[in-house]
Nanobody, 114 residues
Framework: QVQLAESGGGLVQPGGSLRLSCAAS????????MRWYRQAPGKERELVAHITSVGNPTNYADSVKGRFTISRDNAKRTVYLQMNSLKPEDTAVYYCMIPSLSYWGQGTQVTVSS
């Protein structure tokens, strides 16, 4: 069955970096666009980044443009989110998802704090 497994979250200081990974299985990964979302406490889930099946183009929320980069490795069936210059307001649970299947991973917690 379809599975998405996020990893790479954790606690990081402001200005630091993290790379999230989402390992996919159970479907033809290379045929599907992928997205990263996040949900901060008390807030609605927010689209962070989108990548097409072939890796280009990509789209980002205004709040992360220039700091975050979404990428994918179709051979490894994995989508990544490189997060640089992290801010406390980036604190959230980050989810990868398949937009055309409306399928979500379980999420990984990112906490930005000194």
């Amino acid at each position: 069955q379809v599975q998405l497994a996020e990893s790479g979250g954790g606690l990081v200081q402001p200005g630091g970096s993290l790379r999230l990974s989402c390992a996919a299985s159970g479907f033809s990964f290379r045929s599907y666009d992928m997205r990263w979302y996040r949900q901060a406490p008390g807030k609605e889930r927010e689209l962070v980044a989108h990548i097409t099946s072939v890796g280009n183009p990509t789209n980002y929320a205004d709040s992360v443009k220039g700091r975050f980069t979404i990428s994918r490795d179709n051979a490894k069936r994995t989508v990544y989110l490189q997060m640089n210059s992290l801010k406390p307001e980036d604190t959230a649970v980050y989810y990868c998802m398949i937009p055309s299947l409306s399928y979500w991973g379980q999420g990984t917690q990112v906490t930005v704090s000194s």
